[in-house]
């Protein structure tokens, strides 16, 4: 099982930014997906998950309105869609699978596979 995490980079306030999440070694059936997000010194923190028929979303307060989880089955990957970044959301983002079908969840420890994060720097 894999994940591998890309897209970000150095960014100013108020701009956009497509994380893309791919993985291998199984599939969206039965696995729920989540983005996490690790600020330096702070600790790791969900950012959105969805469940693999997307009939449970979850957002979380800070990227409501801003931040859009999406799929596509077919390339065996996940995106993250960021909008107005702020300073505060600078951090590696991070995604990962968690085996359960009818939720998900901002638990660190309730996800079973973890790919490499991807760095994310709002500064103007």
């Known amino acids: 099982v894999q994940l591998q995490a890309s897209g970000g980079g150095l960014v100013q306030p108020g701009s956009s930014l497509n994380l893309s999440c791919e993985f291998s070694g199984f599939t969206l059936e039965r696995h729920a997906i989540g983005w996490f997000r690790q600020a330096p010194g702070k600790e790791r923190e969900g950012v959105a998950c969805a469940t693999s028929d997307d009939g449970v979303i979850r957002y979380q307060d800070f990227a409501k309105g801003r931040f859009i989880l999406s799929k596509d089955e077919a390339k065996d990957t996940v995106y993250l869609q960021m909008t107005s970044l702020k300073p505060e959301d600078t951090a590696i983002y991070l995604c990962?699978?968690?085996?359960?079908?009818?939720?998900?969840?901002?638990?660190?420890?309730?996800?079973?596979?973890w790919g490499q994060g991807t760095l994310v720097t709002v500064s103007s």
């Open positions: 990962g699978a968690e085996e359960i079908d009818d939720d998900c969840s901002f638990g660190e420890t309730d996800y079973d596979y």
